[in-house]
């Protein structure tokens, strides 16, 4: 770590000691202070039924915290150039807005940031308007995407150190939070691949670990100023080779060494979908609030829970505030989630692999240990 890095890091240590936001909602609990869904924002065609999903299914689980994954799907003002052709506009949001309202519930939107820049053989707005962001112009979109691949594609990234792309960031931010009426934002910020590329004027040679964490000070320092804070998803702060945990799920390119470098107001969701890693302890111990992110295996997800309330009730009165809850993951399109919960409903038994079922069965686990079964 640079003398520079270190005395900034120090510095802003300082300043993250006194509190700048509301953490304010309705249903928090002693047991697991967030009770969460992360999900991809409805489609505006979808935004009623949405909206009765709300009230029918997440109020009656006492759900308290909806990370919902806006990215390009919002009527921006700022940048309309960046909008999906077919997006959310700000009545529909504040349909949704009102429905988490009327429950209790916080709305944290997110937007990809530096990261997830493209999928497969699609490169999303940001880089597609202004490709002078992308950490690797040299890589090339394929026509059709396979992986492994000889560029290690997966995603693009935008190159942090680029001078005008915070400005743009920022204001879709800004935008995007404001309509919401929300005091946090999630980030994304997992699975970076390409950072500190050789190829870029900018940072090449720079340390990569030195650059995430500037990018989440960045990100961090300019929510704070609005009296917001940040979220962001753990993968990229976790060794990936000395924990087993993989590319995917950990960092293989040394950025795990920031988690020494960002702030500690900053809010991790831990997500591991194969097994009931314990790395939220890791993180706690670092000075860092945790909630641990299932995806789509009930027996998985009830063992998370037991995991997360252990945590708390066996933690110090220092480390167990750190330890902040469950927030359930869903990576399909809203309304084919809500398409499985209708099913369900109708009768078809799930088995196996299920996003519904791991949701429902977190809460009916929250409950069952709320309630001392």
Known sequence: MTNYFKLAVLLMGIYCAV?????SQTNIDSLLPVRGLCIVAPQPGGVDAFVKFITDE?????????????DWNYQYTSHPELRDSVALSRADVKKIVEACKRSGIRVIPQINLLGHQSWASTTYALLRVYPQFDETPHVK????????????LYCKSYCPLHPDVHKIVFELVDEVCDAFESNAFHAGMDE????????????????????????????????????????????????????????????????????DMVP????????????????????????????????????????QVNDMVTFRKDATPQMKDR??????????DAETFLRERDAVKQGKTTTGLSQWA????????????????
């Open 141 to 152: 979109m394929p026509a059709k995407y396979s992986w492994p691949n000889p560029d290690g």
């Open 58 to 70: 997440l109020a009656p689980r006492k759900v308290n915290t909806l990370i919902l994954r806006v």
């Open 19 to 23: 509190p700048f936001f509301s953490r």
């Open 192 to 259: 970076v691949f390409y950072l500190g590329d050789d190829k870029c004027p900018r940072c090449a040679g720079r340390d990569k670990a030195e650059l995430f964490a500037g990018e989440v000070w960045k990100i961090r320092n300019h929510l704070a100023s609005k009296n917001r804070e940040l979220w962001i998803w753990g993968d990229r702060l976790i060794d990936g080779k000395t924990t087993g945990y993989g590319i995917w799920e950990a960092s293989y390119n040394y950025t795990y060494r920031a988690i």
């Open 358 to 373: 791991s949701f429902d069965s977190m809460f009916k686990r929250i409950d069952e240990l709320a309630s001392g079964k």
């Open 323 to 332: 330890f902040q809850g469950m927030v359930q993951t869903v990576w399909t």
């Open 264 to 303: 500690k107001d900053i809010m991790i969701c831990d997500w591991h979908y194969e097994r009931a890693d314990k790395s939220p302890v890791y993180f706690a111990m670092k000075g860092l609030r945790v909630a641990t992110s299932p995806w789509r295996n009930p027996a998985l997800t009830v063992k």
